[in-house]
């Protein structure tokens, strides 16, 4: 049995990661800025540490990772989960609307790395699982600031797997399309407050699409958490775990397409080496 440390689990896709790696029998430390939500939905058990964290504080991410060790002896599973969207245009958002979300997407992932991988290092084996988004791989019109911070996270993940793996630790990027949770409630998702009419049927249509689409979103978040559960048990986890019938779309088309324009650009793309004397 291991030991889970996953970030943002008081509701949505954390809480299901921490309830179903309950329910396999691990010990699990679970973390929520306001950790009573955690004990509300799971009850307390041995099995159970629910810790406060809110992501962008390194003290609090280095005193849970203090507690869990103390409590459970160390860390086999981290799962980077907390996160929250933002939707407008590109230029609709201001600077600290962006900064926000890159705090907790971004920085707060940051944060919890150097708290955690200590751990994992010293003992020379464990797992990660960033929770990405299809945005991650895939911007769509409304949704640019968001994505660029689980494109960020995507740099980070795709590099800290090289790092970590000849320490013995594996690294995945989980990407989720719409999982029915609270992410298109105005509790998670925040809109940017400049509206440009120019980008009513782009940033525009995205906020309408959120605000009509929230509770009919096509994902499962327990059928999700099971799948993530499924992953930290390989004995080699892949480097992207897409997640729901879209996703796989997605990114098959975004991958297809590019594809496809390096076919067709590839003299230009040549064309800028040095040419060897
Ligand atoms: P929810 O809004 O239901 O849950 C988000 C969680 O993140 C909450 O537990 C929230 O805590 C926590 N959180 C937010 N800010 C912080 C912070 N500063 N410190 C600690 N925790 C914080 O959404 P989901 O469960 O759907 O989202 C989970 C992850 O999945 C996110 O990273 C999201 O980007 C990603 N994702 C979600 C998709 C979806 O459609 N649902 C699609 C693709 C990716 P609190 O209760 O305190 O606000």
């Known amino acids: 049995m291991s030991v889970w440390f996953v970030t943002g689990a008081s509701r949505g896709l954390g809480l299901e990661i921490a309830k179903a790696a309950l329910e396999r029998g691990h010990s699990v430390v679970a973390t929520a800025r306001d950790p009573r939500a955690i004990e509300e939905a799971l009850g307390r058990s041995d099995a159970l540490l629910a810790l406060p964290l809110?992501?962008?504080?390194?003290?609090?991410?280095?005193?849970?990772?203090?507690?869990?060790?103390?409590?459970?002896?160390?860390?086999?599973?981290?799962v980077n989960n907390a996160g929250r969207g933002l939707v407008g245009a590109v230029e609709e958002t201001s600077d600290a609307e962006a900064r926000a979300v890159f705090d907790i997407n971004v920085f707060g992932l940051l944060t919890v790395l150097r708290a955690v991988t200590p751990v994992l290092r010293a003992a020379r084996g464990g797992r990660i699982l960033n929770i990405s988004s299809t945005g991650g791989v895939v911007a769509w019109a409304g949704w640019g600031v968001y994505s660029a911070t689980k494109f960020a996270l995507e740099g980070i993940t795709e590099a800290l797997r090289l790092e970590l793996a000849p320490l013995g630790i594996q690294v995945t990027s989980v990407q989720p399309g719409p999982l029915r949770t609270d992410f298109l409630a105005s509790s998670s998702l925040a809109q940017v407050e400049r509206v440009i009419d120019d980008y009513a049927s782009t940033g525009g249509a995205s906020r309408e699409w959120a605000g009509a689409n929230h509770g009919l979103q096509e994902g499962d978040p327990a059928k999700a958490a099971q799948a993530v559960l499924t992953v930290a048990d390989l004995p080699e986890m892949p480097a992207w775990l897409p997640l729901g019938t879209s996703t796989l779309a997605d990114v098959r088309t975004k991958i297809a397409a590019v594809g496809a324009e390096l076919e067709t650009w590839q003299?230009?793309?040549?064309?800028?080496?040095?040419v060897p004397a």
Request: a negative charge.
């Open 54 to 78: 809110d992501v962008t504080s390194q003290d609090q991410a280095d005193a849970a990772v203090r507690a869990a060790v103390a409590r459970f002896g160390g860390i086999d599973v981290l």
């Open 267 to 274: 003299e230009l793309s040549r064309s800028t080496d040095v």
